[in-house]
């Protein structure tokens, strides 16, 4: 039967870390000369209905590392659910192509996508969640840390679809997570009461707070992300005078481990949700967790498209 990957909550902690130790051989490899070409004659169908660097660019080159194919297909190509129902797109689409990834508004249009392709759907980022940032986080905490097991990582910002993954992520593979949101703004119920649910059975613990300060007292990892995500555009002068006292600035950072580490999944507003002086000094991966995307994502590819 096909596999998906649609949201972290739909894997067991032995599959995740099937793909971090994976993406780990597909890294070195790379960096030896290059990757042996698992995919070749296979390619990957991408529709966004939002703008990506990240994730169009990494997808399209771990393709292409492992000597595949992929496609793209922009907001104006498909117009999934408008131009042609967003079963039809699944039935007709994954007749040409060996995998989908998606980029989408709405969750219901992946789970759809997935209900109707006959090749494996990977969620590029919906409204609700981001699955293959927060692997590729968890890849890179492994990377700086050398263990996840009982690392706190402590969210500062908006309850939103980068910090549900996590929260999945972080509870599958045992490691603390607590997020910092204003009153309002905080993470999906259901989300947090799976996370919780998941959290026991790796004795972990997930933690909602609503001050910053005591959220990253003792934190291995600081993660942040936009005040205003892709869609959001209407709430924006709102979230913009709710969000500052959760800015990540240097005092903030001066309150959690000393060898804190600091993510944003990025694009980053400098001077609203990070500064400056945060994003480029020596607390930072920022950049790092953006090329380990491609690796990651290889690691998804190799595993799903059968290539591996
Ligand atoms: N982090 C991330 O998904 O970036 P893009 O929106 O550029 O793909
Ligand atoms: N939360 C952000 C993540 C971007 C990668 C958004 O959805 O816009």
Redesign the pocket.
Known sequence: MKKDLISLADLSSSEIWDILNLAQELKEEWAAGGNIPRLVGKSLGMIFQ?PSL??RVSFEMAMKHLGGHALYLSPDEIQLGKRESVADVARVLSRYVDGIMARVFAHSDLEELARYSRVPVING?S?YS?PC?ALSDLFTILEKKGRLTGLKLAWVG?G???LHSLLFGCSKVGMDIVAATPEGYEPDGQVVEMAFAFARESSSTVELTNDPVAAVKGADVIYT??WV???QEAEQKKRLEVFPPYQVNAALVSRARPDVIVMH???AHRGQEITDGVADGPHSVIFDQAENRMHVQKAILAILLGGR
Do not use: A
């Open positions: 939002k990240r994730t980022l409204d981001h940032q908006d939103n679809n980068v992300d936009t995500s892709m869609g999944c990025l694009p």
